[in-house]
């Protein structure tokens, strides 16, 4: 009975498949749609007038963080960040024999993704408006401005954030590892998320975002298939147990 009830009230596996594949995707598109511009030299910190070169290099780095690309492609983060404890969530309960190793997975991602949600607001907004407040002449001072919203507290919840979803998809692959579902998907899941780091440049992010996403999906068509197999041997068991009380 308690197995029923389980499984009454346990999301739908196909809808985490789905969660689950939206998220690699989401999470491939953000690196190339998110625009990309030059460090900003940290002389610039410390100086009211920027030299010419030096002011190139902010109004580069200020209209890229004012384009509407900029935050299109953080919403898309977000809801990536969103969507993969979901998936998690389904591949843990979809996965039998691991003991308490998957849902820890899930707990880890969970509370990865959370921080890092945190992290991703601050730069779709914040950043946007530290750069509009430059555009506007208000200040010379752009990565002043940058760093008040990069602040000590932000890059400590980003560390935080980092870990957990690393040690969640270390700790889901480890769990997969056993359950029938490619080992192969989980490894390129948990070694994509291992590897997301914002601080990387623009190459290694797109191959790390592609990894996630063929990783993601991988595991999403897998746990469809596994979902499509149970529910057609049950149907099969349902019919034969009908046929064989009709028969008695």
Not at 98 to 108: D, E, K
Not at 151 to 161: D, H, W, Y
Request: glycine letters at 10%.
């Amino acid at each position: 009975m308690a197995m029923l009830d389980r499984a009454a009230t346990a999301p739908s596996p196909r809808l985490g498949a789905v969660a689950l594949a939206s998220a690699g995707l989401l999470f491939a598109a953000f690196p190339l749609i998110r625009p990309f511009f030059a460090n900003l030299p940290p002389a610039i910190a410390s100086s009211t007038v920027p030299i010419a070169a030096d002011a190139a290099t902010l109004t580069n780095a200020a209209e890229a963080l004012m384009s509407p690309a900029w935050v299109v492609s953080h919403l898309l983060a977000a809801a990536a960040l969103v969507l993969l404890p979901l998936g998690a969530l389904a591949l843990s309960l979809a996965i039998e024999g691991s003991g308490h190793r998957a849902m820890a997975a899930t707990v880890l991602t969970f509370i990865g993704s959370g921080l890092l949600l945190v992290v991703i607001g601050g730069e779709a907004f914040g950043l946007p408006a530290a750069a509009q407040a430059y555009a506007a002449g208000e200040s010379v001072a752009l990565v002043v401005l940058v760093n008040r919203v990069r602040n000590p507290a932000l890059f400590a919840t980003l560390l935080l954030g980092l870990v957990g979803l690393a040690a969640g998809g270390i700790t889901l692959a480890a769990a997969i590892w056993r359950s029938g579902l490619p080992r192969a998907a989980a490894v390129l899941l948990a070694f994509g998320l291992v590897l997301w780091m914002p601080l990387l440049p623009q190459v290694p992010r797109i191959i790390d975002g592609l990894v996630i996403g063929v990783g993601s999906c991988w595991l999403a068509a897998a746990l469809w298939r596994r979902e499509t197999a149970h529910t057609f041997a049950s149907t099969a068991r349902g019919q034969s147990t009908t046929s064989f009380g009709k028969a008695g």
